[in-house]
């Protein structure tokens, strides 16, 4: 069996929060850890029947840019939704919101 990892450091300043973020994946063709100004990361603990969950973002991640990095999130999980349920119900309902977003933007 193959392993795979995945490592993120952050680095903080005097107060905790964070002011860089790399990750590194080790299948990764990338030679060098990248960098990123936010994640959200989520395990499901079976047992407990929980979501756990780690959502960081540095103090130079732009209001207008974590409200594109929330939207793309959420369209890639209702893409993630429909591929794990079939649940055309709800994810329909997912697409038309999106559709009323865009237009009301223009």
């Known amino acids: 069996m193959a392993t795979s990892s995945i490592s993120i450091d952050v680095t903080l300043d ?3 929060v964070p002011e860089e973020i790399l990750w590194n994946a080790s299948d990764s063709t990338a030679g060098n850890a990248r960098s990123a100004k936010a994640m959200m990361l989520a395990f499901w603990d079976g047992a407990d029947k929980t979501a756990m969950r780690i ?3 540095t103090k130079e991640m732009m209001v207008d840019e974590m409200a594109d990095f929330f939207y793309q999130t959420l369209m890639t999980m209702a893409e993630t939704y429909q591929r794990a349920t079939q649940d055309e119900t709800l994810v329909n309902d997912m697409k038309f919101r999106e559709q009323q977003m865009k237009s009301n933007k223009l």
């Open 14 to 16: 005097k107060d905790r």
């Open 55 to 57: 959502d960081l973002w």
